[in-house]
């Protein structure tokens, strides 16, 4: 109960506790300040924004199992008729606005033994046999861009590589913050209704990623598409210079930053965060 405190008889260090009066108690009410609760409100409302723009500032990971429509993109219809072949898409780049280049390694079989299956597909324009890697083949395949690819380039995210696919599903790692990655789940759903959340987690936005200029990024697609980060190496230094333009001093010095931040990103310790 709220009482008012009264010093009695200092000497002897006695303090006397007086109740309020009914009165005192309904007049106190009365001017107690009307803006207690709506500030309380208010920082709660802060802090619950706060909140949502931490958690919006961090990364979630995920890994999609998707299966792969049987129109508009080769790989569904390829994978279902071969279900013992592994396909790993290492990369991919923009000809055109609708017409994308990926390197992709395919496991089993001589070298070239799939490029004239894999040409008779509507949507691929071109198939180059590159090598024999590691029990299968390197194919550099011209197609043209599935919806997905309008999806990240609108969201303005960095797809993830390797791609896997077999049997005609693919395993999507998508990296995005929430709001994003909301959208990449509507696409799924509209690819493949029953699609699988196979796993899910988020860490702090800097720590996952490297920083790479938008400059930087670009010449990464490109350096990968003209084959210069395979095995074996599909172009060498000198000839990339010549292709991009750019002087081979000044090419090597900025694959050479962007090896850095690659390496230096990959062994950063990180802490995940529930």
């Known amino acids: 109960m709220p009482t008012e405190a009264c010093v009695g008889q200092a000497s002897r260090g006695l303090i006397r506790v007086v109740p ?29 924004s706060a909140v949502g723009v931490a958690s919006d500032r961090r990364l979630l990971l995920a890994l999609l199992r998707i299966r792969i429509q049987t129109k508009g ?10 279900p013992n072949l592994t396909i790993e898409v290492l990369n991919r780049s923009d000809l055109s606005e609708h017409v994308s280049v990926s ?18 597909y509507s949507d691929v324009r071109k198939v180059d046999s590159l090598a024999e890697v590691g029990g299968g083949c390197l194919y550099r395949i011209t197609y043209s861009s599935p919806p997905i690819v309008y999806v990240y380039r609108m969201l303005g995210l960095p797809m993830q590589f390797p791609v896997r ?16 990655f909301e959208e990449v789940l509507k696409h799924a759903r509209k690819v493949n209704p029953d699609f699988q959340v196979v796993s899910i987690r988020d860490r702090p936005l800097r720590s996952h990623l490297p ?15 003209a084959g210069y980060f395979a095995v074996p190496r599909g172009i060498t230094l000198t000839d990339l210079a010549r292709r991009l333009g750019r002087s081979k001093s000044g090419l090597s010095e900025a694959v050479a930053i962007i090896e850095r931040k690659l390496l ?3 062994l950063r310790p990180t802490s995940l965060t529930p």
């Not at 390197?103 to 008779?120: F, K, L």
């Not at 696919?165 to 790692?173: K, P, R, V």
């Not at 920083?211 to 598409?225: E, G, K, P, Y």
């Open 264 to 266: 230096e990103s990959a």
């Open 20 to 48: 309020r009066s009914h009165s005192q108690r309904r007049e106190s009410s009365h001017r107690r300040p009307r803006t207690s609760r709506n500030g309380t409100a208010a920082r709660l409302r802060g802090l619950r």
């Open 103 to 120: 390197d992709h390694w395919i496991s089993g079989g001589p070298p070239g033994v799939w490029a004239r299956e894999i040409a008779e």
């Open 73 to 82: 993109l080769w790989t569904g219809p390829f994978s279902r008729s071969h």
């Open 211 to 225: 920083m790479l200029t938008d400059a930087q990024q670009q010449l990464l697609s490109q350096a990968m598409a």
């Open 165 to 180: 696919i077999q049997a005609g599903f693919l395993n999507w790692e998508v990296v995005a913050r929430r709001s994003e």
